[in-house]
């Protein structure tokens, strides 16, 4: 198969290989390949794309929620701005979470589609990267495997990377798509290097420089493995070196550096630069470390060697049981054989590199594999281990294996026999077989990922025992409401029979007693889970969760002993949920507790913010009839004359009949109020002094100044500050009786 060369191949190229035949070099296998690239991404992870949403993705989009259209170029300047102060925090990542969001709202088709697009990109990117830098490496007279068919490492490398089930935490879970973007970055920064780097001329080099240094600035606002792109790219820049045989083109390395000064001189400088970015203040994506405490330091990073034998070594080679909590892999420090394991492997990758200094391929690969991991792994962060960081070591593991496979795919090229498509059928099928096995385990870990209850009782099946996993399940269910807070109920009940400190299973009994109404139980776990958060340094979603819930609670409870304190529990739990209307019911009621001149107007602004994204819920009418009254505005006690009559015609009681006698009387329907005063002396025993105030200011507008004194001091007696907690106006002269203003003109009491 000998056809007009590929673009990607230098001339040089051509006859690099002691003048043999090259195979698989023309612009149509190009197109092949990365034709079958593509179909084998979609074969993998195209099942996604019906999955739901999972771990922080709720919590991601809730904010997004209660964004107004209007407001959403405030939105994109906060992020803008927050991205320069917090790089590694992943405003990317967000950004691109947003543009879903204004697209599909809740549907999360479009979300799973981009990150299946995007490890399409990432493939595409890899294998024209390998399939330039073998290009290069044959110009230089360097070691290749199956150096007569250049293109054979890079396809069998990208297909790995293509349908191997540890990409699938990477694509099926919607907010690791930062590792997706990070990593498209990385190749196409590189593959700018190559550009600017081998370029024949000024302009050329320019614009690839230009183009790579681009991507590095890009994906620090993705991630932070962003800053092993230089480094990555200072050793490709090294193995670019031709091999000093005394061809045209040799260099002692003294000249090669020499004549490349600068530009190593700007790639080192900008290596050193990017790390000290860990120095601002960012908070790293949570990712599976949703709910988990920081480790301290002497065991996170002990873990991170154990981590790297007992489960990413692992689950490369044996790609099943894949798990987003391995507990087994958490050291207990240094001495732990694990990180003992985990250390002895990284010197014996190094020594390994050492002997394959020469075979450049497999050494770039094996320096993937270790600093794919090592910004993760030098930073403190709850999440502890996670298949998505090793989306890019995955690759670096990728090419060595296919580096070794290539001569025994190529022997069994050789042998002959069968042809599919003008090859031979053995290393076809041979390829085939591996490809469609990982295809059918992707396509299983992608399912584990359709819903919450699927990802971690699968974690569980694995590890029974983990407490934390079973509380965060817990905790994850009654996000989705109805019949699931059952479940979540028992769940936590489970886990706290092995863990009495967990915040996650006691926020899922709290909102399981919040449903039931058993308020000062919610209250008091709610109370617990958030002391317990905030000591354990929890991630700020569980934190506001917390808060939220806590709000929630106080807010159902028949007095507010604390409102500031309410008042702030309320906020803070905005900032996550915006969208939820209890939370802004809950705000408005502590404002309305607090019992200040602007706390009425202020209460009635949040419950019309409330009832925005919940104008069916009757909760809100007694509160914000309430804070309507006491605003002193008339067109405010209009609004809330409607909303009594509402709440009477709903419940007919006591309480409610109280509500709009009091807004008949400060919207002058005098005779309505009697009425509705008469129908709840009917129904009670014992006035309330709001009662007695109430009758007091009727009696007022009638004229009857004796019965107005005598009725305002049963008030007073009731409740000395009844001027205090009751505000009666009585600024809107009395109405002539008429169609809704009719009714006795005397109270029967």
């Known amino acids: 198969m000998t056809n007009k060369r590929s673009p990607l191949a230098p001339a040089s190229a051509i006859a690099a290989v002691d003048n043999s035949e090259q195979q698989w070099v023309s612009t149509k296998a190009i197109v092949v390949f990365c034709s079958i690239l593509f179909l084998l991404c979609l074969a993998a992870h195209a099942a996604s794309i019906w999955n739901g949403f999972t771990l922080g993705d709720y919590f991601q989009l809730q904010p997004l929620r209660g964004i107004e259209t209007k407001k959403w170029n405030e939105y994109w300047i906060q992020l803008f701005a927050d991205g320069f102060l917090h790089p590694f925090s992943a405003p990317i990542t967000s950004a691109s979470i947003a543009l879903d969001f204004q697209s599909a709202g809740l549907n999360p088709a479009l979300y ?123 050793l490709v820049g090294l193995l670019l070196k031709p091999v000093n045989d005394g061809g045209e083109d040799s260099y002692s390395w003294k000249d090669w550096l020499y004549e490349r000064v600068w530009e190593f001189g700007a790639l080192i400088g900008t290596a050193i630069g990017l790390p000290f970015l860990f120095l601002m203040k960012s908070t790293l994506p949570v990712g599976n470390g949703l709910g988990l405490p920081v480790l301290p330091e002497q065991m996170y990073f002990a873990t991170q060697f154990k981590v790297l034998f007992m489960y990413y070594l692992r689950i490369f080679f044996l790609p099943f049981a894949l798990t987003v909590a391995p507990i087994y892999a958490i050291a207990t420090g240094f001495s732990d054989l694990g990180a003992i394991a985990g250390m002895a492997l990284v010197a014996g990758t190094l020594l390994l590199m050492v002997k394959l200094v020469n075979r450049p391929l497999p050494f770039f690969g094996l320096f993937l594999f270790l600093i794919g991991l090592l910004p993760n792994g030098l930073a403190l962060q709850p999440e502890y281990a996670s298949a998505e960081r090793f ?104 886990a706290l029979k092995n863990n009495a400190q967990l915040p996650l299973a006691l926020m899922a009994q709290g909102s399981y007693e919040f449903s039931r109404l058993e308020n000062s139980q919610s209250v008091a776990l709610f109370s617990s889970a958030l002391k317990m958060a905030e000591t354990q340094k ?34 803070s739990g905005l900032t996550l949920y915006p969208a939820r209307a209890k939370l ?38 007694e509160p914000y009839v309430r804070a309507a009254l006491n605003t ?31 807004a008949a009387l400060e919207t002058g329907r005098i005779h309505k109020g009697i009425a509705m005063m008469n129908q709840y002396y009917a129904q009670v025993k014992q006035p309330t002094a709001e009662a007695y105030k109430v009758t007091s200011g009727l009696a007022q507008q009638l004229g009857d100044k004796a019965a107005a004194a005598r009725y305002l001091a049963l008030a007073k007696k009731l409740d000395p500050e009844v001027d205090k907690h009751v505000h009666l106006f009585l600024i809107v002269p009395p109405k002539p009786s008429g169609e809704d203003n009719q009714g006795p003109s005397k109270i029967d009491h």
């Open 112 to 234: 799973h589609a981009v990150n299946v697009l995007l490890h399409v990109g990432c493939v595409i990117s890899s294998f024209f990267l390998l399939a330039r830098l073998s290009f290069y490496f044959l110009a230089g007279r360097k070691v290749l495997a199956a150096s007569n068919y250049p293109l054979l490492v890079p396809f069998v490398a990208c297909a790995l990377l293509a349908v191997h089930p540890i990409g699938s935490d990477s694509v099926a879970h919607i907010l690791s798509r930062g590792s997706l973007i990070t990593f498209l970055c990385f190749s196409l920064a590189l593959n700018a290097f190559l550009t600017g780097f081998m370029a024949n001329s000024v302009g050329r080099g320019v614009v690839g420089y230009l183009a790579a240094y681009l991507c590095i600035a890009f994906s620090i606002f993705t991630s932070c493995q962003a800053v092993i792109i230089p480094y990555s790219m200072i």
């Open 538 to 571: 929890l991630s700020s979603d569980i934190v506001l969760s917390a808060k939220a819930g806590l709000a929630l609670a106080l807010a159902e409870q028949e007095s507010i002993d604390d409102p500031a304190y309410m008042r702030e529990l309320a906020k």
């Open 584 to 621: 802004y019911l809950a705000l408005g009621k502590a404002l309305l507790a607090e019992n200040k001149p602007e706390s009425a107007e202020m209460a009635c602004r949040q419950f019309d913010r409330g009832r925005i994204f919940d104008r069916n819920d009757v909760d809100f009418t």
């Open 391 to 494: 989306y890019l070591s995955c690759f670096g593991l990728a090419i060595v294996v296919a580096h070794f496979a290539a001569p025994y795919l190529l022997a069994l090229l050789e042998q002959g026999g069968h042809k599919f498509f003008g090859i031979a059928a053995r290393p076809v099928a041979a390829l085939a077989l591996v490809l469609l096995t990982l295809i059918g385990l992707a396509n299983w870990r992608d399912r584990a990922y359709s819903t919450n209850s699927a990802l971690l009782r699968g974690a569980l099946r694995l590890e029974p025992n983990d407490s934390k996993a079973r509380a965060l399940l817990a905790f994850l269910l009654t996000t989705d409401g109805g019949a699931n807070i059952e479940r979540a109920n028992l769940e936590a009940q489970r």
């Open 632 to 662: 002193g505005y008339p067109f405010r006690f209009e609004v809330a004359h409607g909303a009594a009559r509402t709440a009477f015609k709903i419940k007919n009681s006591a309480t409610t009949a109280l509500l709009w006698a009091r």
